[in-house]
């Protein structure tokens, strides 16, 4: 091995998040010490699927294939023994994603519900945020979608070799979009990184892993899992989806949330920015990046509805922590800020 290979990720990686539980913090040892046994799969088998631990531990491995933690190796993301692990602990969370979301849905039947914009949104984040929120509620907001959204669109990326065709050309489209369309400005993470300057928040990368639930954590792992696995190429495309169909509404109260609060001008932008972009990424996501992979692939429409069936089965349950939480006055970060 040359000097570079080994050498750990300096500049621009997070440093490892606190631990958990006995998971991830044997990750963060075996990610610490090479020299260190590999973490025992087995311990995966009886972790709680939605859990705290589980979800850190599933994080951190992730992570290896992003932009890795400070003091590790960049070559450590394919350590088999580590992969071993994620393996143990994707299985578990993927057979509890099976078990609860809705089984054996078409497509239509997936998609109809999230295309029908309810008239009441209180029951929704965006808009208690858009009608009672505070600048301490969308401070915590930003901070935790910012796990997300500051390696916005990277895990879809991965699909991109699984796809031909229509399917293939629509999914390059949208992420140029996303990707700022040749421009380094508009890289969309480059945008939220200023929508969190506007609210005093720390842009770092990674900088609020700590104070994230597993609720939150959940959602980023969702997307590692089924970008990173070309046999969820399928349900990668399902939950994409599901995100642009149901981004653009929810952009539209989000922008209205950050103007009433005066958050700033870039806080009001990323959310402007996406009312307009979703509109057509939803339109180019269902008629090609759908249409043309089912059309290639019949037998993956199961898949494809079960991405977003199982997005939405995440995103129910951290919008329930965070309306629990701020309704009773509460953080709904583990740290607040
Ligand atoms: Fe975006
Ligand atoms: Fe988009």
């Given amino acids: 091995m040359t000097a570079s290979t080994t050498r750990a990720h300096a500049s621009t990686a997070p440093r490892l998040p606190v631990p958990r539980g006995p998971l991830s913090a044997a990750v963060a040892e075996a990610l610490l010490d090479p020299t260190a046994p590999p973490p025992d799969p087995a311990a995966a088998h009886t972790a709680d699927p939605y859990g705290d631990d589980l979800h850190l531990a599933l994080y951190q491995l992730y992570e290896l294939h992003y932009r ?12 088999p023994g580590l992969l071993e692990l994620r393996r143990a602990l994707e299985r578990r ?3 509890a994603l099976r078990a609860d979301a809705p089984a054996g849905r078409t497509v239509d039947e997936a998609f109809g519900e999230l295309l029908l914009e309810p008239v009441d949104h209180s029951g929704s984040v965006s808009g208690y945020l ?25 895990p879809h990326v991965w699909v991109i070799p699984r796809l031909r065709g229509r399917a293939k050309a629509a999914m390059v489209a949208i992420e140029y979009d996303e990707f ?33 639930p597993a609720e939150a954590l959940a959602i980023v792992n969702l997307m590692s899992l089924f970008g990173l696995h070309r046999a969820l190429r399928g349900a990668l495309v399902g939950h994409f989806a599901c995100v642009e169909v149901t981004s653009s509404p929810g952009s539209r109260r ?19 920015e996406h009312v307009e972009a979703d509109a057509v990424h939803e ?3 269902r008629r090609e990046v759908i249409a043309g992979l089912m059309e290639d692939e019949p037998g993956l429409e199961g898949d494809i509805a079960f991405g977003a069936d199982a997005t939405v089965l995440l995103e129910d349950r951290l919008g329930d922590l965070l309306l629990d939480r701020w309704r009773r006055g509460a953080s709904a970060l583990r740290t607040p800020l």
């Fill in 68 to 79: 890795g933690f400070e003091g590790v190796a960049d070559t450590r993301e394919w350590d």
């Fill in 93 to 95: 969370f993927l057979t």
């Fill in 130 to 154: 858009e009608r009672d929120g505070e600048l301490r509620h969308v401070r915590e907001y930003a901070a935790l979608r910012s796990l997300y959204h500051l390696k916005e669109a990277d």
């Fill in 180 to 212: 700022g369309a040749g421009h380094a400005d508009r890289v969309h993470a480059e945008l939220f990184a200023r929508l969190m300057a506007d609210l005093g928040l720390n842009t770092d990368y990674g900088h609020y892993l700590d104070a994230a």
């Fill in 254 to 272: 989000l922008a209205a949330a950050m103007r009433r609060l005066e958050a700033g001008p870039a806080a009001e932008h990323f959310y402007d």
């Fill in 283 to 285: 339109q180019l996501v």
